[in-house]
């Protein structure tokens, strides 16, 4: 006995463009069993859903089938199509932006007033005028949706079309095509989504949302784009949490396969982006190279302006104060002396009495931010001076919001005022123009 369950195939909400011919959006209904339909119809076409007609009538010479789309469905055998399961939504079929509104609107109330659980849905653009088609597939574009559209079918070898094959096509001679969702399949809504996700800042899930899509395709060109995109968010990741190699093997990846990007992004774009890339391998080498240097103290500070524009202000305000002691620390560390293993015989004078005491159970001792500036102050080291100008080394200066903050010493959120207070302040005290600092890239799809 087989006790497998077979899974029921989802309902169907068909939303389709009727235009002047009545016959393409019976075929569609006919072949995709929609459980509900919601037509798209201009003022003038939407009499031919409910029209009464003859199946050969003769206009000028030709004979056309002029009945009405629910006509031809119940000569079909299909019966039961009555005014409870369809809708009809009329456009303004001049206007795109209010066809586009008023379809996408409709379509939504259509999917969240379903009462059957899930639901396929299906846009047939067969019918309706080039501006209906056209906001029907823009609607469509960021929906999981299948598209159907009838087509010419083949007639001695050639599309069965009047005019030569250039026509409309002949009735008895059409065939349904439904096809799934070019700009999911093809990856574009994917990386689309994805870069928008990076441009604000969210690297994690940029990343996530196109490793989901490359380890469901079947297609290796495919496979190998969006591994590349995969690496240049992976890239810019690792910077943002300072594992520079880390990044550096990322981009260059990115840079040998600039060509798997070049789907998605205009021409002027990749070589903007390409030259950017080989800008930011230049900049993680010096990283890399020179842990500790004027280059680290740059990437602080960028980071904690990627943090500020995030809204993260106690995470920004942390890197602030730490870009101000590891400053300190490099300008001690540039006269030969380490701030983490101070001597006795490397303390100043004018230091001596104070910090004598220290000495007493160790070597060296290790000196704290304020202590840096003081030593740096009495070095004679503009740093030291400008720190003290600027009242950092009051109890009530912008750096005792860091250890009043949540990450710190305190149960304070900071605020962005005060975040902006206290960048404004550092840069001052370091005497860094904001322009030098590291800009991730913005990708424009």
């Not at 068909?14 to 072949?31: D, K, N």
């Not at 369809?86 to 939504?108: G, P, W």
Request: proline share 2%; aromatic share 6%.
């Amino acid at each position: 006995m087989n006790n497998k369950s077979v899974s029921k195939p989802k309902d169907v909400l068909l939303v389709c463009t009727v235009g002047g011919s009545p016959r393409p959006v019976a075929l569609s209904i006919l072949h995709n069993k929609p459980r509900r339909i919601l037509f798209i119809t201009s003022q003038e076409s939407g009499c031919q859903i409910l029209k009464e007609g003859e199946r050969e009538k003769d206009v000028r010479e030709r004979k056309i089938d002029d009945r009405g789309v629910l006509q031809i469905c119940r000569e079909e055998g299909v019966n039961d199509i009555d005014a409870g399961r369809y809708a009809i939504t009329k456009v303004n079929h001049q206007n795109i932006e209010s066809c586009v509104s008023t379809i996408r609107r409709d379509v939504l109330r259509e999917i969240d007033n379903w009462a059957g659980g899930e639901v396929d849905v299906i846009f047939d653009f067969t019918g309706g005028t080039k501006l209906m088609t056209a906001a029907l597939a823009m609607v469509g574009q960021r929906m999981p949706i299948e598209f159907s559209y009838v087509a010419a079918g083949q007639s001695h070898g050639r599309d069965a079309r009047d005019k030569e094959g250039l026509g409309v096509t002949l009735d008895g001679e059409e065939n349904v095509l439904r096809v799934n969702n070019p700009w999911d399949v093809l990856g574009f809504q994917t990386v689309e989504t994805a870069a928008s996700l990076f441009n604000q800042g969210n690297y994690v899930a940029a990343k996530c949302i196109v490793e989901q899509h490359r380890n469901k395709t079947r297609n290796d060109t495919l496979k190998q784009q969006l591994s590349t995109w995969i690496n240049f968010f992976e890239g810019y990741l690792f910077w943002d949490q300072f594992d520079h190699n880390g990044a550096s093997t990322k981009i260059e990846n990115v840079v040998k396969n600039i060509a798997n990007i070049k789907t998605w992004t205009r021409r002027k774009t990749t070589n903007a982006i390409e030259a950017v890339l080989k800008n930011h391998l230049d900049i993680l080498k010096r990283l890399i190279e020179t842990p500790f240097s004027n280059d680290t103290l740059k990437d602080l500070l960028a980071n904690a302006k990627r943090r500020h524009s995030e809204g993260r202000y106690d995470d920004a305000v942390a890197r602030l104060y730490r870009v101000i002691e590891a400053t300190a620390q490099l300008r001690l560390k540039d006269r030969g002396i380490e701030s983490c293993c101070v001597k006795k015989n490397q303390i100043p004078k004018e230091l001596q009495g104070e910090w004598d005491g220290r000495f007493a159970q160790e070597d060296a001792i290790k000196l704290a931010l304020q202590d840096d500036f003081k030593l740096l102050k009495v070095l004679e080291e503009p740093l030291g001076k400008r720190f003290f100008e600027n009242g950092f080394d009051r109890k009530e200066s912008l750096l005792g919001l860091r250890n009043g903050s949540i990450l710190a010493h305190g149960f304070t959120a900071i605020g962005k005022e005060n975040c902006e207070k206290l960048w404004t302040a550092t840069m001052k005290l370091l005497e860094i123009d904001e322009s030098v600092l590291t800009e991730f890239p913005n990708i424009e799809i």
